[in-house]
């Protein structure tokens, strides 16, 4: 089980649940959209983002990225750090049918995917890109995932590699790029990648 000083903002009890089998921390459900109009809970998050940090791992669907960016919108001081689960479609054991998308949620995950998930985010182990070099924007355009012709399908290529979702924003998938790897790392991978697609 892995330790974290983070608080773990999750979207429901099951996901919860879920969780306290993988990581001991201190976990927030946030009841779905109820957080838009809990003020009490946002109080508590807020607090818990100023005090040590606080980790938002929402399902990967339209809803999830929703509840995501309200709290990133809504929290202006304390540090947030964002863990993005991977598409993977199926359904809940606990379900009778799928989610909307058929995505799975976080309470259908892995223990060995989310220790994967918060080891790659640098949370756990010491912080994978601290050479002062990180992925920038202009990286991003050189290896062909911005501003270029077929732009959009290379990063649903590289994210889909990288088990992120392919709804996350350019920005976002920047951020989480940078506490995965460094810039060299990145290099070669998005290469390596992307011609093996290029060659299939």
Request: charged share 30%; glycine share 8%.
């Amino acid at each position: 089980m892995l330790h974290l000083d983070y608080a773990v903002i999750v979207e429901g009890k099951y996901d919860k649940i879920t969780l306290s089998s993988v990581i001991d921390a201190v976990i927030i459900p946030t009841n779905g959209f109820k957080i838009f109009r809990d003020k009490e809970k946002l109080e508590i998050i807020k607090y818990y983002a100023r005090k040590n940090g606080i980790i938002i791992l929402t399902d990967s669907d339209s809803a999830g990225f929703k509840i995501r960016n309200y709290l990133k919108g809504t929290i202006k001081d304390g540090k947030i750090i964002n863990i993005y689960a991977p598409d993977i479609f199926g359904r809940e054991k606990r379900k009778t049918s799928a989610s909307k998308e058929g995505k799975l949620g976080i309470e259908g995950m892995t223990q060995s995917l989310l220790l994967e998930l918060f080891n790659n985010a640098g949370v756990v182990t010491s912080e994978r890109n601290s050479s002062g070099n990180p992925v920038t924007r202009i990286d991003l355009y050189e290896t062909g995932l911005t501003g270029r012709e077929n732009s959009s399908m290379k990063r649903k290529i590289i994210l889909k590699a990288l088990k992120l979702p392919e709804l996350l924003t350019t920005a976002g998938m920047l951020e989480i790029i940078n506490t995965m790897m460094t810039r060299d790392e990145f290099m070669t991978f998005a290469e390596s990648v992307l011609s093996v697609r290029k060659d299939s």
